[in-house]
């Protein structure tokens, strides 16, 4: 059974950082593409950053870029997301995504999902 568990949430001031983690178990995904994906109350899934399989390339949201850095550990089967610089509108449910074939910002391509883990930004 595969499964993706983030963790690094919690409650940062404005212009804090945190960062999540992703491990993943049961697949490897060593030549797949993860991904960061976000979804505020009231508001649809938003794509945040995707990574691609061997770490070369990487996408940002233009909300983040400049602020948040996704990276990969794939001896750890583990994708990162650096938030620094947040904004009370950074506040979501941040969820990580794995398995797609390239380093895509639609949801739709990516198969395995975590449960997410909540980041509130207070002003």
């Known amino acids: 059974q595969v499964q993706l568990v983030e963790s690094g949430g919690g409650l940062v001031q404005a212009g804090g950082s945190l960062r999540l983690s992703c491990p993943a178990s049961?697949?490897?995904?060593?030549?797949?593409?993860m991904a960061w994906f976000r979804q505020a109350p009231g508001k649809e899934r938003e794509f945040v950053a995707a990574?691609?399989?061997?770490?070369?390339?990487?996408y940002y949201a233009g909300s983040v870029k400049g602020r948040f850095t996704i990276s990969r550990d794939s001896a750890k089967n583990t994708v990162y997301l650096q938030m620094n610089s947040l904004k009370p509108e950074d506040t979501a449910v941040y969820y990580c995504?794995?398995?797609?074939?390239?380093?895509?910002?639609?949801?739709?391509?990516?198969?395995?999902w975590g449960q997410g883990t909540q980041v509130i930004v207070s002003s």
């Open positions: 995504a794995a398995g797609a074939g390239g380093a895509y910002s639609n949801s739709a391509y990516y198969p395995y």
């Open positions: 049961g697949r490897t995904f060593s030549s797949d593409a």
């Open positions: 990574i691609s399989w061997s770490g070369d390339n990487r």
